[in-house]
């Protein structure tokens, strides 16, 4: 039997599923982009470094004394 002039029916229903794969691996592909395009640099790091935060790890790399770094907090207001 012949359908919409194909020799047996399987060139409509191979066209249709090959069109919908496509569309389904587009959807897939735009959700994956727009996953990785929204995704955070670094999971659980804070968005703003805070003055209090700089001056801690300045006092750790030892660039300033306990007595400077006592004095700069208390300039900060923490």
């Known amino acids: 039997m012949m ?3 194909g020799t047996d029916g399987w060139g ?3 066209a249709i599923i090959h ?3 496509w569309w389904v691996l587009l959807i897939v592909g735009i959700i994956l982009l727009l996953r990785v ?3 955070d640099p670094q999971p659980g790091a804070p ?3 805070t003055a209090l935060d700089i001056l801690k790890k300045r ?3 030892g ?3 306990k007595d400077e770094f006592e004095e700069r907090r208390r300039v ?3």
């Open 59 to 61: 006092y750790a790399r």
């Open 63 to 65: 660039e300033i004394d």
């Open 19 to 21: 069109s919908a794969l």
């Open 37 to 39: 395009l929204r995704r």
């Open 47 to 49: 968005a703003v470094e």
């Open 76 to 78: 900060l207001g923490e």
């Open 12 to 14: 409509w229903g191979m």
């Open 3 to 5: 359908w919409w002039g």
